[in-house]
């Protein structure tokens, strides 16, 4: 596709349920990056992707969170045991490679937990 | 380390000119800026790149100081569609990640 999909646009979880969020990059890009913006409104990163593999995980809160790209699948995002401070705006964004292209953002997935 | 933006927030009229900064205490290889309205994704302005390449949006203009580690975006004669929050989005020699900066919002009155 030409655009970066996010699904679903908005979640709700009670704490201590699952969330999982689906990004599907635009086709012909190798690098999946997932953000997680606050009310603050900044950008904490998460995690990136070069293809279906960890490309680098430094910002994942390792206890809860896991992500995947696997082939000829969206990628996702999923979350363990949602605790409150997880409520926030999930993007993901896409690019062919990382030095001299732009990443283009989804429209990112507003999870609420309760 | 994330980078560090000034002014946190500006108020233009229509016409009026703006400059958004962005600092970074790391060594940069690039500079990509963003503009987010307000419950949408962010939108792609303009990558800086270490030795001068830039590629980005006709009506937007940056700077990229390399050896102070410090870029700047230019909002010249301000119109009603830029306001938004803009966030610079720097990315080191090593690794892929963009850090962002903490945001400025913009916004132009008629």
């Known amino acids: 596709g030409e655009e970066v999909a996010q699904t679903p646009k908005h979640l709700v979880r009670g704490e201590g349920q699952k969330a999982k969020l689906y990004c599907a990059p635009i086709k012909g890009h190798s690098y999946v990056f997932w953000y997680q913006q606050v009310l603050k409104n900044e950008f904490k990163f998460l995690i990136s992707f070069q293809n279906e593999n960890v490309f680098d995980e430094t910002g994942m809160p390792k206890e809860r969170f896991s992500a995947k790209c696997l082939p000829n699948s969206p990628c996702s995002l999923e979350i363990q045991a949602t605790k409150l401070e997880d409520s926030a705006v999930y993007f993901c964004a896409s690019s062919q490679v990382t030095d001299h292209t732009e990443a283009f953002f989804g429209q990112g997935t507003r999870l609420t937990v309760v | 380390q994330q980078p560090v933006q000034s002014p946190q927030a500006v108020i233009l009229r229509e016409g009026e000119d703006a400059v958004i900064n962005c600092s970074s205490s790391?060594?940069?290889?690039?500079v990509h800026w963003y503009r987010q309205k307000h419950g949408e994704a962010p939108v792609f302005l303009m990558i800086?790149?270490?030795?001068?390449e830039q590629k980005g949006h006709d009506k937007i203009s940056a700077s990229f100081n390399e050896k102070k580690q410090q870029s700047s975006l230019y909002l010249t004669a301000s119109q009603l569609s830029y306001s938004g929050t803009y966030f610079c989005g720097t990315r080191g020699a090593a690794g892929n990640k963009l850090t962002f900066g903490g945001g400025t919002r913009v916004l132009v009155k008629p």
């Open positions: 800086l790149l270490k030795g001068g």
């Open positions: 790391k060594a940069l290889y690039s």
